[in-house]
């Protein structure tokens, strides 16, 4: 690994995006056929919400995934670096994290699911990326370097502990916090109530438009984190429908922008890592960029918006 940002200071771990670029692409590779393995077994929910990966304390999990009478879980352990197949009948298989192609990652986690009676089949080629290598045929991607796939663990840790505070004064319709593997974000959404309009045609990748359009058929305002919009990734946050004057809202702190190209406003992940108080840096650009969707998409915020923690002190 050459000489490289990537350690962990003051909590928030720090690894620059061009130091595992290799990894990184590999990773989302193999988090797409994992997802994909939840998506050909568990019961479709709104917005595609069923896709999804959770941040654990080891690393990404399926959760348990619906089989027959029973479940199975998927987990990439980013601690021990291994992947994890475990059913509820107590059998299990484990794969090894390490340099290895898509093509034999692929080969060998649908060996262990047939080795455990768990009959998958998936749609064989990811999305949302150009070129899509069909999985059996990528030998393209194979790097994996265990110490940058840990500290990408921590950068989502830490994002998932601030997402999930922001979540919580929200008492409308809101997503969970979760890691969509077809872009490599975690995200968590909010919800006006009011439907949208239909999302544009295309603009997104060997991804079919009605894919998009479940997923952004309401209102919403949506924040997230990938390895990608910074040195050493990005924070972002955008409305769909975009509201007149969105790009021009004064989003703090200083350090965020809008991209028009991208039509999000983005914070650099460096600019919390290195702030005197990364939580509140990172807390004030996820509240005041929603602050933009909501006053000036005119949601109801009275009844949308909630202080749970002042209903928490009072039962204690």
């Not at 000489?3 to 193999?30: F, K």
């Not at 989502?156 to 077809?182: C, M």
């Not at 924040?223 to 924070?235: K, L, N, S, T």
């Amino acid at each position: 690994m050459a000489e490289q940002t990537t350690r962990q200071t003051g909590g928030w771990p720090r690894l620059r995006v061009a130091d595992w670029t290799e990894t990184r692409d590999t990773l989302h590779m193999w988090t797409q056929i994992v997802g994909k393995i939840r998506l050909a077994h568990a019961p479709l929910a709104n917005h595609w919400w069923q896709v999804t990966l959770y941040v654990s304390s080891r690393g990404l999990s399926t959760s348990a995934i619906p089989y027959r009478t029973g479940a199975f879980d998927i987990e990439f352990d980013f601690v021990d670096h291994r992947l994890r197949i475990r059913v509820s009948d107590g059998s299990r298989r484990e794969l090894a994290l390490e340099s290895k192609p898509v093509s034999r990652f692929y080969n060998e986690i649908m060996d262990a699911l047939g080795e455990l009676g768990i009959h998958t089949r998936i749609y064989p080629r990811p999305n949302e990326v150009d070129p899509a290598i069909p999985f059996a045929e990528d030998h393209r991607h194979a790097a994996y370097d265990p110490h940058a796939a840990h500290l990408f663990w921590g950068q989502l840790l830490r994002a998932h502990r601030a997402f999930a505070e922001f979540r919580s004064s929200f008492v409308g319709k809101a997503s969970p916090v979760h890691f969509f593997w077809g872009a490599m974000d975690l995200a968590v959404t909010r919800f006006s109530g009011r439907p949208a309009p239909p999302h544009p045609s295309g603009g997104v990748p060997n991804l079919p438009d009605r894919v998009t359009r479940e997923a952004y058929s309401l209102e919403c305002s949506s924040c997230g984190f990938w390895p990608g919009g910074g040195e050493e990734g990005g924070f972002y946050s955008y409305a769909y429908p975009e509201p007149p004057g969105f790009a021009g809202y004064p989003v703090r702190p200083a350090a965020a922008s809008y991209q028009r190209q991208l039509g999000e406003f983005l914070l650099p992940y460096e600019a919390v890592a290195t702030a005197p108080d990364p939580d509140r840096t990172l807390s004030e650009f996820l509240q005041t960029s929603y602050e933009a969707a909501a006053e000036l998409g005119g949601w109801d915020r009275v009844a949308l918006e909630a202080d749970l923690h002042h209903v928490v002190e009072q039962h204690h």
